[in-house]
């Protein structure tokens, strides 16, 4: 890696510990430019406003993401296995399981949703995030499709994949919102034996939910035993 990689990572890495102290709608480029030790007009040789921090930033996120599950993938032997670790990666993402990560994670949900609205804001950022997305669910239709045995191309295919991916995530957010709020009460002894507990649900236990959920969806939708 090379100094000037180096130093962009080094600004990201600082305006992201900024964005979780103050938000995004409060950092400003003189901030980042001092949390980063720079001048504001140095600042502006590596990213000259906030939306090509947060699009660098998008970026290089996705770029770890995909050097940490690629090799993963590859030594899945079979599109069941791969959808099994596309479901524990995400999950180990989302709950600290990987120190890259964790800083981006642990912002709390007002910033994180602030930060949504700004993007989703910027056209230019908006567009990254939509192909990205893109992206991601056509790898997962494929995957999909050769665990069904159905073409990828077919609508009853997608919906299973767009399914399987909504409640993954959907568990992901919620399950976020729930640790957080725990966490944030966790002094108050009214819950002090807080009742909805993740820690003794697995990601096992996860993977066999949604699994249920495709063969399930397979024998309605393409009126088969799977």
Known sequence: MNGAIDKKELILNGFIT??????????????????????KSALYYYFES????????????????????????????????????????????????????????????EVFYEIQKYMFNSPDIAKKILSHRDTELNWLNGVMAEYLEESPDDDRTRKITLMYAAFLHSFVT????????????????????????????DHSDIFEFLIGGVDDLKKKLFGTQG
């Open 174 to 201: 919620m399950s976020a919102g729930i640790a957080k709020q725990a966490k944030a009460l966790e002094s108050y002894s009214i819950i002090s034996q807080f009742p909805w507990r993740l820690d003794n649900i």
């Open 18 to 39: 900024l964005v979780g102290e103050y938000g995004i709608n409060r950092v400003t480029l003189a901030d980042v430019a001092e949390r980063a030790g720079l001048t």
């Open 50 to 109: 906030k939306e090509a921090l947060l699009v660098e930033g998008f970026e290089l996120f996705n770029t770890k993401l995909k050097e940490r599950i690629d090799p993963l993938v590859a030594q899945a032997k079979n599109p069941r296995e791969v959808l099994w670790i596309y479901c524990d990666f995400n999950l180990k993402v989302f709950f600290g399981g990987y120190e890259e990560f964790r800083p981006l994670m642990e912002l709390s949900t």
